[in-house]
């Protein structure tokens, strides 16, 4: 039950930001913002509908280790840092508003792509929490090509705007 509760709030987070990413993808683009190499996303979105679907068919009924849940949390914590530094700036697309200065406060002072490397985290994670090592890792194989792509796609937008 532990594990079906975990992945319901997962899901619906998930969920969530699909909303915003949508909410401030249509405001950007009102502004004159626009996409980038839009392309890789549905392999984006192949690879997290896969391992959260991977995680409801293999997680529920299993063991909860309750230190890489501990650190999925702090995770969480982390995203919502860069949900608040990024504003309405955030989407799950590459939209680059020209003349928009590149955000250098919050995460992004310490680190090019904070939330790339909470997402890296987060599909290593949940899966070690229910002790489902091969997912993690396949997961996180699958998710450091897509990255691949997507942040040179995302340098390349931003150098072409900045």
Do not use: C
């Not at 995680?55 to 280790?65: E, F, I, K, Q, S």
């Not at 919050?106 to 790339?116: K, T």
């Amino acid at each position: 039950m532990t594990a079906v509760l975990i992945l319901a709030f997962v899901t619906l987070q998930r969920l969530g930001e699909l909303v915003l990413s949508r909410r401030n993808t249509r405001r950007l683009l009102a502004k004159g913002a626009q996409e980038h190499a839009p392309g890789h996303y549905p392999l984006i979105v192949l690879v997290h509908a896969g391992w959260l679907a991977a995680l409801w068919l293999l997680a529920p009924g299993r063991d909860v280790a309750w230190l890489p849940v501990a650190l999925f949390v702090l995770l969480q914590l982390a995203r919502l840092w860069v949900l608040a530094t990024l504003g309405d700036r955030w989407t799950t697309r590459i939209i680059v508003l020209p003349g928009a200065p590149l955000v250098a406060r919050g995460p992004y002072r310490l680190v090019r792509h904070p939330n790339y490397w909470i997402v890296a985290g987060e599909i290593a994670l949940l899966p070690l929490a229910f002790g489902l090592v091969d997912i993690a890792i396949l997961f996180s194989v699958l998710n450091a090509a897509v990255l691949f792509v997507r942040i040179r796609a995302e340098e390349r937008a931003l150098r072409g705007w900045n």
